[in-house]
């Protein structure tokens, strides 16, 4: 299978529900390989709050980290989170994003976006800031995916459900288009 066949599925969303376990279970799922979040490991990194560089070297790290994985995957690369996450950080943080990231935005799409939904219980992370604005993020989510014409599936439930309703988003999308 050559490598543009490869459908890029990614799973995004507000904090806390549950973007790292899904990928993690759907790479299994389906034999391939996940590309993980890479703002997360940056920012464990970090001693104060990210400023605007460190938005536009996760913007960076996030592509390369996908490009340095790609290779490996099988049929599909599930991708935890994407760099629209640096878009709207950044707007929410800094009122505006790099205008690098505004101009890549439309240029690097995904053939399918699960958006998990806010239904699972928040989890304390240090690394997540914004429990009491999870219907916020959820309407910018909504917005940001809009705006690029994404094709989108809204994955609700918990547990065994929750995972089985994004197998279902991502069979029915790759039985129509194989």
């Not at 390369?64 to 049929?75: F, G, S, V, Y």
């Amino acid at each position: 299978m050559q490598k543009s066949e490869i459908k890029k599925i990614a799973v995004v969303g507000p904090e806390s529900t549950g973007k790292s376990t899904m990928s993690a279970y759907l790479a299994k799922h389906y034999n391939t390989v996940w590309v993980p979040e890479y703002a997360r490991g940056y920012c464990e990194k970090l001693t104060e709050k990210p400023t605007w560089q460190d938005e536009i070297n996760m913007f960076k790290g996030q592509l390369e980290l996908e490009k340095e994985i790609m290779p490996r995957a099988n049929r599909v690369l599930i991708c935890d989170t994407t760099f629209i996450t640096v878009k709207i950080w950044s707007d929410h943080t800094f009122g505006q994003s790099p205008q690098e990231v505004l101009d890549e935005l439309p240029k690097h799409t995904y053939d399918l976006y699960l958006l998990l939904n806010i239904d699972l219980p928040w989890e304390e992370d240090p690394l997540r800031d914004f429990p009491k604005l999870r219907e916020h993020f959820m309407d910018v989510w909504y917005k940001e995916l809009d705006a690029l014409k994404a094709n989108y599936r809204l994955i609700t439930g918990t547990g065994q459900q929750r995972y089985q309703n994004a197998v279902t988003a991502v069979d029915n999308y790759l039985n129509h288009t194989s």
